[in-house]
């Protein structure tokens, strides 16, 4: 029986005793501050990036890693005879999963590509537990049904505290972002099906505040909560706050606060914050 092996981005919200754990690799992103290339986990860390972003002359570029990158990767791994999973972050921020599909038709090793329509500690959630399954002996087809169950049953909030980094991205227009700001607006987006959408449109922190409080009783009386994490740019007491409801709220289980990684820290500007969590 030959072993998988997993490989993803590094947008993947895992932290580095699970990488090591479950013998996970990472194919970097890099994002281009003021000129100079920066390669994610390498030459800059997701803790170092806010300073950099905040005192960049414009807003930085991301850039999904090179084909050529994921075919070292995919043939290295194969080397043994083993073959690939490769899980990656949603198609609709980034083009990394296509170029890791061009690789896999490139590589002499077996490769299976799935875009896991998350990213950050949603990404990492389908990640373990394919990870668990393969220590289980399980194969593809069995993991890939699982990877399916847990995308369908997972969730990802994202609080957007100001619109500069929209409007710089060209996400929105710059009247619109300049006019949102003065008025003090917030977003609340959600992730579903891969595609980002606007849940809610406000003034000032009361109406993300009424959101999340419904969320959290969402959480506490529908199914069974596999993994909570909660990503952030420099969040702050938005993130402790919420940090400190959930604890309260799911005692037993480990809540992992991570600061986020450059490619959505680009898109979502500072003090973003993000829960993100699955079920049974």
């Known amino acids: 029986m030959s072993k998988i092996k997993i490989v993803t981005d590094s947008s993947a919200g895992l932290t580095e005793d699970e990488i090591k754990k479950y013998d996970i690799t990472i194919v970097p992103l890099s994002v281009m501050i003021d000129g100079t290339i920066y390669v994610e986990r390498e030459t800059i860390s997701a803790e170092?990036?806010?300073?950099?972003?905040?005192a960049a002359k414009s807003?930085?570029?991301?850039?999904q890693p090179p084909i050529g990158k994921f075919v070292d990767v995919f043939d290295r791994l194969?080397?043994?005879?083993?073959?690939?999973l490769c899980v990656n972050m949603m198609?609709?921020?980034?083009?990394?999963?296509?170029?890791?599909e061009q690789a896999a038709a490139m590589s002499s090793t077996k490769v299976t590509v799935i875009d896991s329509q998350e990213t950050d500690r949603g990404l990492a959630f389908q990640i373990i537990e394919a990870a668990e399954l393969i220590e289980k002996g399980?194969?593809?087809?069995?993991?890939l049904t699982k990877l399916e169950h847990v995308r369908d049953n997972s969730k990802i909030y994202l609080a957007i505290m100001?619109?500069?980094?929209?409007?710089?991205?060209?996400r929105i227009s710059r009247f619109s972002g300049a006019l949102s700001n003065l008025l003090n607006i917030k977003l609340m987006l959600e992730v579903a099906k891969g595609q980002i959408e606007i849940r809610l449109k406000g003034r000032g922190m009361k109406p993300i505040n009424k959101f999340l409080d419904d969320v959290?009783?969402?959480?506490?009386?529908g199914k069974k909560i596999k993994g909570i994490g909660i990503s952030h740019v420099r969040g702050?007491?938005?993130?402790?706050?919420?940090?400190?409801?959930?604890?309260?709220?799911?005692?037993?289980?480990?809540?992992v606060e991570r600061t986020t990684v450059p490619i959505i820290a680009t898109h979502t500007g500072m003090g973003a914050y993000c829960l993100l969590y699955y079920t049974e």
């Open 216 to 221: 959290y009783q969402q959480m506490a009386s």
């Open 138 to 143: 399980a194969e593809v087809p069995e993991i």
């Open 78 to 84: 194969g080397q043994d005879g083993s073959e690939v």
């Open 91 to 100: 198609e609709s921020i980034s083009g990394t999963v296509h170029a890791a």
């Open 236 to 255: 702050g007491a938005e993130v402790d706050k919420m940090k400190a409801k959930l604890s309260e709220l799911f005692p037993d289980i480990e809540i």
């Open 162 to 170: 100001n619109l500069n980094n929209l409007v710089a991205g060209g």
């Open 48 to 54: 170092e990036f806010p300073d950099m972003m905040s």
């Open 59 to 63: 807003l930085p570029k991301t850039s």
